[in-house]
Nanobody, 124 residues
Framework: QVQLVESGGGLVQAGGSLRLSCAASGRTVSTYHMGWFRQAPGKEREFVAAISWGGGSTYFADSVKGRFTISRDNAKNMLYLQMNSLKPEDTAIYYC?????????????????WGQGTQVTVFS
């Protein structure tokens, strides 16, 4: 089993930055692909960013491309999401997730483990 715990959310003014962290425990996630998803009130969970197990490949939703960066530190069992130039529409609960299987990392149904989420609120 893998446990994931997100942190780093908060309240930030539009144009500001936040860095989300996801700490994994239970077993190493160095062989897991990992991703960030978000869910705003009344909306479905949506893909934000993903990174392959070795960190060599990254993927971003069009809405965050150029503003967000995903990274991982396998030695520390950590996943990160650097969010810059934040907009009010980025307001959501952000979840990290891990999966063993490859394929389309944008599909949330294929992830095996999920964190409890961290709230990000961007005000204008």
């Amino acid at each position: 089993q893998v446990q994931l715990v997100e942190s780093g959310g908060g309240l930030v003014q539009a144009g500001g930055s936040l860095r989300l962290s996801c700490a994994a425990s239970g077993r190493t996630v160095s062989t897991y692909h990992m991703g960030w998803f978000r869910q705003a009130p009344g909306k479905e969970r949506e893909f934000v960013a993903a990174i392959s197990w070795g960190g060599g490949s990254t993927y971003f939703a069009d809405s965050v491309k150029g503003r967000f960066t995903i990274s991982r530190d396998n030695a520390k069992n950590m996943l990160y999401l650097q969010m810059n130039s934040l907009k009010p529409e980025d307001t959501a609960i952000y979840y990290c997730a891990a999966r063993r299987m490859g394929g389309n990392l944008r599909i949330h149904n294929d992830y095996d483990y999920w964190g409890q989420g961290t709230q990000v609120t961007v005000f204008s």
